[in-house]
C-alpha cells in the first residue's frame, strides 16, 4: 500500500515561532488534506488541497500540494499556546483507492508560553 | 447542526465480551470509515463502506464486525477476537470523490474504549 512519511514527528518550539511540517510518499495523491488533533478529541479539517502546485492559507495556516504530487507542507507563523496538538497529512488518490485517505504518523507540536 | 455522532465518549468493559460502539452522521455523506488511534500513534484503518448494505475490510479488520443498514449509521463491534482492543477509536464521513466533488472526511469526537 502508499506509504507516507510524515516529518518531524514532535517539535518543541518556544510561542512566536514559526513551525513547518512536511509530508512525503512513496506515490503520488490527487488530495492533501492536513487535520489537527486535540487530546481526547477527533482530528479537525484545517486545509484541504486538489491541485498540484496549490498554496493555500487558513489565517495563520499555509499548505502547498508539492508539484510532484508526492509530498506537502504546512506551515504554522507566529505560534501561540493554542497550537498545541497533533497535525496530521492525509493523501488520496481516488483512481485506485476511492475515497480511502492514507494518513501519516502525526506531528505532535508543543509550544512554550 | 450538521455533524458525525460517535457514542458513547468512554466505555469500559470486560476481557472476552463483545461491544458495539455508534456512529451518526447527518451530512449526506455516502462514505463513513472507522479508524483506530492508540497512544502517540497515527490511524489505521478498520473498515469502510461507500455505499448501503456495502463495506470493505481496513488495514486492521481482524476481530472487529461492521454494519451499514442505513446511509447515516455504521456501527463498529470489537469482538472477543480482538487481541488489544483499548484504544481510542475513530468514525468519520466524507463525500465520494469524482472530478469535481470534495472528499474531505470530517471526525467523530471519538470512543475510547477499555477492556479490562
Known amino acids: 500500500g502508499q506509504q507516507l512519511n510524515q516529518s518531524p514527528q514532535s517539535m518543541f518550539i518556544q510561542e512566536g515561532e514559526d513551525v513547518s511540517m512536511n509530508c512525503t510518499s512513496s506515490s503520488i495523491f490527487n488530495t492533501w488534506l492536513w487535520y489537527k488533533q486535540d487530546p481526547g478529541e477527533g482530528p479537525v479539517l484545517l486545509i484541504a488541497l486538489y491541485k498540484a502546485g496549490e498554496l493555500t492559507s487558513n489565517g495563520r495556516l499555509t499548505a502547498q500540494f508539492g508539484i510532484t504530487r508526492k509530498d506537502s507542507f504546512l506551515n504554522i507563523s507566529a505560534s501561540i499556546p493554542s497550537d498545541v496538538g497533533i497535525y496530521f497529512c492525509?493523501?488520496?488518490?481516488?483512481?485506485?483507492?476511492?475515497?480511502?485517505?492514507?494518513f501519516g504518523e502525526g506531528t505532535q507540536l508543543t509550544v512554550n508560553p | 447542526d450538521g455533524g458525525i455522532t460517535q457514542s458513547p465518549k468512554y466505555l469500559f468493559r470486560k476481557e472476552g465480551q463483545n461491544v458495539t460502539l455508534s456512529c451518526e452522521q447527518n451530512?449526506?455523506?455516502?462514505?463513513m470509515y472507522w479508524y483506530r488511534q492508540d497512544p502517540g500513534q497515527g490511524l489505521r484503518l478498520i473498515y469502510y463502506?461507500?455505499?448501503?448494505?456495502?463495506?470493505q475490510k481496513g488495514d486492521i479488520a481482524e476481530g472487529y464486525s461492521v454494519s451499514r443498514e442505513k446511509k447515516e449509521s455504521f456501527p463498529l463491534t470489537v469482538t472477543s477476537a480482538q487481541k488489544n482492543p483499548t484504544a481510542f477509536y475513530l468514525c468519520?464521513?466524507?463525500?465520494?470523490?469524482?472530478?469535481?466533488?470534495?472528499?474531505?472526511?470530517?471526525f467523530g469526537q471519538g470512543t475510547r474504549l477499555t477492556v479490562v
Open positions: 468519520a464521513s466524507s463525500k465520494l470523490p469524482d472530478r469535481v466533488m470534495n472528499t474531505e472526511a470530517f
Open positions: 451530512l449526506n455523506h455516502d462514505a
Open positions: 463502506s461507500q455505499i448501503v448494505n456495502d463495506f
Open positions: 492525509a493523501g488520496q488518490f481516488r483512481e485506485t483507492s476511492g475515497s480511502r485517505l492514507t
